[in-house]
Structure formats: C-alpha cells, structure tokens
C-alpha cells in the first residue's frame, strides 16, 4: 500500500518554498463549487500549474528553491514531462520555473520546450532519423521536437550493452563508411602504441596526434568491460548503430547484449511468511539412517528432484544440529530430507529499528545470508537474494537512510573486486544510502546469495525494480530521480548488519 506521507511531504515543500516564486499573499484563485474530488484535483493543476513542459536537455535539477546554490530535490532527463509554473526571474542563461509537484528549476529555451498545450513530440523510427530529408528536421518544419525514447517501466529501463572488444570507438553521431574505417586505423594506430609504449598511447588519445582525418566524428573509445546504455538502434550504410542514452552511436557488432538474471524474489503474506530459504548452490537432498551407536549416516537421495541454485526450498522447516553439525531440514514426499548449512540461506525477520516510522517502508540486509527484506513498518513484505562487498571492499553496516534515488546512474568500479577496469552507464533503479553504496540492480551477473560487489548492494533486475518503487523517498510522475538529503522528502531507512 502506497503511504500518504511522502506526498504530504511534496505538498509542504512546496508550501514552505516562498521564498522565490509562490508567496504566503499569492492566495489561488478560487474553484467552482460541485467539483468531484478527480475534477478538483486537475483543476488545482490547471490553475497552479498552467503550462507544459517537455525536457529537451540530457539532464536537468529540480532545485527546493528558486536559487543556484538551493538542494537539489529532483533530477529530470530527456523526454520528460511536467507540469510547469513559469517565471519572471532570470537564472544562468535562462529562467526559472515551479515545477508540479515541488521545486524550481532553471532552463534555456532549448532545454525544455514549454507551452500552453503538451509540446508536440515525435518518437524516432525503428532505425532513427537520418534518410534525406532527416525526421528531425521535418518535425523541426512543423514546430515538434524529435526525443529519443525514454526509460521503460519493465525490470531494465533501457537495453544494455556489453563493449566485447578493445578500443571501440563512440562517435558523436552516425558515421559515414569512411569515418568508420578511419575510426578503425586510430583505433589499431592507438592499440599498436600501447603494446610498446603506454605513455605514447594515451598522449595520442590526448590529442598529441589527431590521428586520420575524418576522426572528429569520434567521441572517445570503449575500452573491454565497459557498458552502455541504449534507447534504440539505427541504422546507416547497411550497419546498425546502438543509440546510447547519451545520444552517441556505437556499431552493434562490437557489443553484446545483456539483459540480467531472471531471478526473482517473493512477496510475502499471511499465508507465506519469514523465514524464507532458497539453496545457495546445485545439490541433492540427503537421507538419514541412525546407525546402532546412535549417529546418523546420510545418503543422496537419487530419487528426489536435484535442488538448483537460487531455488526455493519450499519444504524447509528448520535448522538442526545433528551430531555436531548444522542441517537444513526440508519436509518433502518422502520425508524429512537434509541440506549441510552452507548448501542454503535463509532471509530471516529482525526487530523494527525505532527510528523507523509505522508506515515507512524500509529494508534489512543480512550480509551473513545475501538476504534482503523490504519490510512496511513491522511488516515483511518481501524478500530475495542479494550480492554485497567482497573482502577489501565490505558494505557497512548499520542504520542508514536513502538519500538519493535515481531510475538510472552512472557508476564505475562496482563489480568483481578484482577488476576495476570499467565503467556502466545508467545503473538502474540506484537508490544511495550512504556516501557512493548504493542499493542497484545489476544486469552483468546472476551470482545473487554471493559477495560479488564493490560494496554495494546487488540485486536482480526484476527486485531492484520492485523495491524501488516501494521506497521513499517516491518519485514524482516523470521525473528521473529524487532526493531527501537537504529536503523535506522523507527517506526509508536501510538497516545492513553481519
């Protein structure tokens, strides 16, 4: 069930921002008498809120006041849509404008188009926009504006990509064939200096040589490792180019795509409630026979299902200790059946933090099992597997709260702990809890139940899209990302222990 609280909490940052923009002797226009409360609200909106808007720039901040140096409340990406007050006052190159449900946030004409109806707005074809005459500049001709697609709401918020080779090149925009192959003789140009001379090879990326003409369409190279993010293909002299978030072109053929672990946590209820086991590796169910001094014998049971990794033991009971060492007990049509404790894990309740509000919904990570549960005040609600900090780069532990939520962010160095030598574009559903550890989903590996990362906490797609959307502080329709540091937005709080 979705609180009321964090709304509440938009409603009173507005209500408090007076400073700039809405003043306490700004009393609204009255509304006519016999609205339904659905009426009432859109009419609230047209009346606050008069204008819309469409974001045109990659990235703009919601501030909680009409100021450069205000918090940052919120974050909006291309193609988003709002609700917008615009104003008088003037701010770095553009003007400032009261953006629903709070905050302000400063613009020039070209990063956000603004009218009195919905801005017209044209998707791209299936393979962009580049025939002759291109659709951008039809649309531009008839007063639209041409947006790639933004963030969907399935399990990953944009396709993602592998870079499988070294020194792939990224270019500003598509390329010609003869910008392609001269992209390709920098690229071996670069890779033969590197093998006898490093120095050399990253000052010819620094510009000591520009390298072949028709190389100033290039951006940058990829290096192996790297990923990028992706709203669609196109396509241009028989090649297919993958459109990064960022609005560069990488030929398909140098990537391979990913789309993550179809694992899956559990809602929990009444009737399927904590503890929660799931089996940490493949293994096969053991029988016991006592034995005449009164120790068990254990044997695989080979007629038993294999259990396989990340499954759910839906027949486990308890632990037990049985001659000195610990079991998973399972009932099944057989029997009692045995796990060694190492073979599962378990996701267990723990005690409500009293910082915790009634309603809050929050979550506890047990580092010991690679569990998370997503609680709603006293209640569990979820749970699922995750994967936190290898030894040398440990996730703390203790009560924190989420800062800073954002559908997707860039990150670097958050994978194996042994390779820190690339870079993921739009990390999804990243939600920090405390400095850069953050709750994410990671679609580079499925080893959920296991340390894997630099700290941070590793969900599957799918989960970190669910607790996302659960956690405060809640997202306003349309807007990229949200923050409760230096705000009046609440946010849920994270309990990580041992």
Same mark, same amino acid.
Request: net charge negative; aromatic share 10%.
């Given at each position: 069930?979705?609180?009321?609280?964090?709304?509440?909490?938009?409603?009173?940052?507005?209500?408090?921002?007076?400073? *700039?923009?809405? %003043?306490?002797?700004?009393?609204?226009?009255?509304?006519?008498?016999?609205?339904?409360? /659905?009426?009432?609200?859109?009419?609230?909106?047209?009346?606050?809120?008069?204008?819309?808007?469409?974001?045109?720039?990659?990235?703009?901040?919601?501030?909680?006041?009409?100021?450069?140096?205000?918090?940052?409340?919120?974050?909006?990406?291309?193609?988003?849509?709002?609700?917008?007050?615009? %104003?008088?006052?003037?701010?770095?190159?553009?003007?400032?404008?009261?953006?629903?449900?709070?905050?302000?946030?400063?613009?020039?004409?070209?990063?956000?188009?603004?009218?009195?109806?919905?801005?017209?707005?044209?998707?791209?074809?299936?393979?962009?926009?580049?025939?002759?005459?291109?659709?951008?500049?039809?649309?531009?001709?008839?007063?639209?504006?041409?947006?790639?697609?933004?963030?969907?709401?399935?399990?990953?918020?944009?396709?993602?990509?592998?870079?499988?080779?070294?020194?792939?090149?990224?270019?500003?925009?598509?390329?010609?064939?003869?910008?392609?192959?001269?992209?390709?003789?920098?690229?071996?140009?670069? @890779?033969?200096?590197? *093998?006898?001379?490093?120095?050399?090879?990253?000052?010819?990326?620094?510009?000591?040589?520009?390298?072949?003409?028709?190389?100033?369409?290039?951006?940058?190279?990829?290096?192996?490792?790297?990923?990028?993010?992706?709203?669609?293909?196109?396509?241009?002299?028989?090649? =297919?180019?993958?459109?990064? %978030?960022?609005?560069?072109?990488?030929?398909?053929?140098?990537?391979?795509?990913?789309?993550?672990?179809?694992? =899956?946590?559990?809602?929990?209820?009444?009737?399927?409630?904590?503890?929660? !086991?799931?089996?940490?590796?493949?293994?096969? @169910? @053991?029988?016991?026979?006592?034995?005449?001094?009164?120790?068990?014998?254990?044997? !695989?049971? *080979?007629?038993?299902?294999?259990?396989?990794?990340?499954?759910?033991?839906?027949?486990?009971?308890?632990?037990?200790?049985?001659?000195?060492?610990?079991?998973?007990?399972? /009932?099944?049509?057989?029997?009692?059946?045995?796990?060694?404790?190492?073979?599962?894990?378990?996701?267990?309740?723990?005690?409500?933090?009293?910082?915790?509000?009634?309603?809050?919904?929050?979550?506890?990570?047990?580092?010991?099992?690679?569990?998370?549960?997503?609680?709603?005040?006293?209640?569990?609600?979820?749970?699922? @597997?995750?994967?936190?900090?290898?030894?040398?780069?440990?996730?703390?532990?203790?009560?924190?709260?989420?800062?800073?939520?954002?559908?997707?962010?860039?990150?670097?160095?958050?994978?194996?702990?042994?390779?820190?030598?690339? =870079?993921?574009?739009?990390?999804?559903?990243?939600?920090?809890?405390?400095?850069?550890?953050?709750?994410?989903?990671?679609?580079?590996?499925?080893?959920?139940?296991?340390?894997?990362?630099?700290?941070?906490?590793?969900?599957?797609?799918?989960?970190?899209?669910?607790?996302?959307?659960?956690?405060?502080?809640?997202?306003?329709?349309?807007?990229?990302?949200?923050?409760?540091?230096?705000?009046?937005?609440?946010?849920?709080?994270?309990?990580? %222990?041992?």
């Amino acid at each position: 069930m979705r609180s009321w609280l964090p709304a509440l909490a938009l409603l009173l940052a507005f209500a408090c921002s007076d400073e *700039e923009g809405a %003043t306490a002797a700004d009393a609204p226009a009255p509304l006519p008498e016999g609205l339904s409360a /659905e009426e009432r609200a859109a009419a609230e909106l047209d009346r606050d809120f008069p204008a819309h808007g469409v974001v045109t720039a990659l990235q703009l901040r919601v501030l909680t006041a009409a100021r450069a140096e205000a918090p940052v409340q919120g974050w909006l990406r291309t193609g988003a849509r709002v609700r917008l007050a615009p %104003t008088e006052d003037a701010c770095a190159g553009g003007r400032w404008h009261r953006v629903h449900p709070a905050g302000f946030l400063c613009a020039k004409d070209d990063e956000i188009r603004v009218g009195e109806t919905p801005p017209e707005v044209e998707e791209p074809t299936e393979y962009g926009w580049h025939d002759t005459p291109t659709q951008a500049e039809q649309a531009a001709a008839r007063g639209a504006v041409v947006l790639p697609p933004g963030p969907s709401d399935a399990p990953l918020p944009y396709a993602y990509f592998f870079v499988k080779e070294r020194a792939v090149p990224e270019y500003h925009r598509l390329p010609s064939r003869n910008e392609q192959r001269a992209a390709g003789a920098k690229s071996e140009r670069y @890779l033969s200096l590197l *093998e006898s001379d490093e120095r050399r090879a990253r000052a010819y990326l620094e510009g000591a040589d520009d390298g072949p003409p028709g190389t100033a369409v290039m951006h940058r190279f990829l290096n192996r490792g790297f990923y990028v993010a992706s709203t669609g293909t196109e396509l241009r002299a028989r090649r =297919r180019f993958v459109r990064s %978030t960022q609005g560069r072109y990488v030929k398909e053929a140098r990537l391979e795509q990913r789309s993550g672990s179809s694992f =899956r946590g559990v809602e929990l209820d009444a009737e399927l409630s904590l503890p929660i !086991a799931w089996a940490l590796r493949p293994a096969t @169910l @053991l029988a016991a026979e006592e034995r005449e001094d009164g120790t068990a014998r254990f044997t !695989a049971d *080979e007629e038993l299902p294999r259990v396989e990794r990340q499954e759910r033991l839906t027949g486990w009971t308890e632990t037990r200790n049985i001659g000195g060492a610990i079991y998973h007990v399972l /009932e099944t049509e057989a029997g009692e059946r045995y796990l060694r404790s190492w073979w599962a894990t378990l996701a267990e309740s723990v005690d409500t933090p009293e910082e915790v509000r009634d309603d809050e919904p929050w979550v506890h990570i047990d580092l010991s099992a690679q569990t998370l549960v997503l609680y709603e005040g006293a209640w569990p609600i979820y749970a699922t @597997l995750v994967s936190t900090g290898t030894e040398g780069f440990e996730t703390p532990t203790g009560l924190f709260e989420i800062r800073r939520k954002h559908v997707t962010d860039t990150m670097s160095n958050i994978g194996d702990g042994a390779d820190d030598a690339y =870079r993921i574009e739009d990390v999804p559903w990243t939600q920090y809890f405390e400095g850069s550890f953050a709750l994410h989903a990671a679609f580079w590996h499925g080893r959920f139940g296991t340390s894997r990362s630099h700290g941070c906490v590793n969900l599957a797609p799918a989960d970190a899209h669910h607790v996302f959307q659960r956690t405060w502080p809640e997202l306003p329709e349309g807007w990229h990302g949200a923050a409760s540091e230096d705000t009046d937005l609440p946010g849920s709080h994270v309990l990580v %222990t041992e």
